[in-house]
């Protein structure tokens, strides 16, 4: 179409070189072809990076999901760690350690103490001045 415009275009301008003209318009159609024809071929490679692309997307997601899981896991594992060691290293826990340590103790040597001899002569001691301090409330109690 473009070759019988400029044709038609050199005859109205009653030039005498259509035929040059010609000769570009078959090297530029030529050209043409053969850009459409390698359009096409990299249009062809373009589709088929893209395919491949999401092939290693659909294959690396889960790949990465899995690293990532890992790396998840890792990560809570080693500040686990980190924070049970600081813990442990913590004023607060060596402080509540020492405060079980000691009631444990006082509770260990206040058993010791109800099973000693000490503990039952206190303890009859306290029920003879219980007994003696009834006695007195009573006497007091008959006086009035």
């Given at each position: 179409?473009?070759?019988?415009?400029?044709?038609?275009?050199?005859?109205?301008?009653?030039?005498?070189?259509?035929?040059?003209?010609?000769?570009?318009?078959?090297?530029?159609?030529?050209?043409?072809?053969?850009?459409?024809?390698?359009?096409?071929?990299e249009?062809?490679?373009?589709?088929?990076?893209?395919?491949?692309?999401?092939?290693?997307?659909?294959?690396?997601?889960?790949?990465?999901?899995?690293?990532?899981?890992?790396?998840?896991?890792?990560?809570f594992?080693?500040?686990?760690?980190?924070?049970?060691?600081?813990?442990?290293?913590?004023?607060?826990?060596?402080?509540?350690?020492?405060?079980?340590?000691?009631?444990?103790?006082?509770?260990?040597?206040?058993?010791?103490?109800?099973?000693?001899?000490?503990?039952?002569?206190?303890?009859?001691?306290?029920?003879?001045?219980?007994?003696?301090?009834?006695?007195?409330?009573?006497?007091?109690q008959?006086?009035?």
């Open positions: 179409m473009l070759l019988n415009y400029l044709e038609l275009k050199a005859l109205l301008k009653k030039d005498t070189s259509t035929k040059a003209s010609k000769e570009e318009l078959r090297a530029l159609h030529t050209a043409c072809n053969e850009l459409a024809e390698n359009l096409k071929i249009k062809a490679k373009v589709q088929s990076l893209k395919e491949r692309v999401e092939e290693v997307k659909k294959d690396s997601s889960e790949s990465i999901s899995f690293a990532r899981m890992e790396s998840f896991k890792k990560g594992t080693e500040g686990s760690s980190k924070a049970v060691k600081a813990y442990l290293a913590s004023l607060g826990f060596e402080q509540k350690k020492w405060e079980e340590e000691f009631h444990h103790l006082v509770n260990v040597r206040v058993e010791a103490f109800k099973t000693s001899k000490e503990f039952e002569d206190l303890l009859a001691q306290y029920c003879g001045i219980f007994t003696i301090l009834s006695q007195v409330y009573e006497v007091a008959v006086i009035k």
